[in-house]
């Protein structure tokens, strides 16, 4: 499959993206790497124009829909800075069966780096009408009860179905479009 078949073409529409660990590796069974993800988030909302509508974030993987007038940019801003922190606190923290793993699972042509933490892409899909970003949203809430962590998508911490059942989120999300 190309690469090319995956972009983001229209940035006046929100897209639901997916970003995965390469080997799907468990990353994110960390509070720490998780707030890595979350902080990030945050600072590319206040900064780079980045409007978050929904996320979760599970063991490897994990998928949100935004908008931004550069959103691939957002994207790359966001995968680089979590790749390169995550690595760091792996790395302090001395975490080296991971390490070794990422390691290992690093493509051969980036030869300017030692690791690899996420595979590349995000397979971004644009969002076309209300009824698809209903549709999203209710895939990226029940993502952890269809793979069995919880019975009920509000009791997932990493997700934005709190925010929709207006209760508090770990972060702030855009919940009208």
């Known amino acids: ?16 993206l997916t970003c995965t ?13 998780v707030e890595i993800v979350i902080d990030s988030w945050i600072y590319l909302s206040e900064h780079d124009g980045l409007d978050l509508f ?12 935004a908008a931004a007038s550069d959103l ?15 690595i760091d606190l792996l ?7 991971i390490l070794r793993r990422l390691q290992f699972s ?7 780096q030692d690791y690899q933490l996420w ?8 969002i076309q009408n ?17 793979r069995g962590y919880v019975d009920d998508p509000l009791h997932w911490r990493y997700s934005s179905a709190r925010n929709y059942a207006g209760q508090p989120g770990c972060l702030p999300v855009v919940t009208s479009w």
């Open 54 to 65: 929904g996320y979760v974030v599970l063991d490897n993987h994990l998928h949100f829909l």
């Open 130 to 146: 209300d009824e698809m970003m209903w549709q999203k949203l209710e895939y990226i809430h029940n993502n952890p009860v269809k």
């Open 119 to 126: 595979q590349e892409g995000s397979h971004p899909q644009m």
């Open 72 to 86: 691939a940019n957002s994207v790359k801003r966001f995968k680089s800075f979590t790749a390169r922190k995550i």
């Open 1 to 16: 499959m190309s690469r090319t078949r995956y972009k983001i073409y229209d940035t006046a529409f929100p897209h639901f």
């Open 91 to 97: 790395t302090e923290q001395n975490i080296h069966q």
């Open 21 to 33: 660990t390469v080997d799907w590796v468990p990353i994110f069974t960390r509070p720490e790497t």
């Open 106 to 112: 690093k493509k051969r042509h980036k030869v300017d």
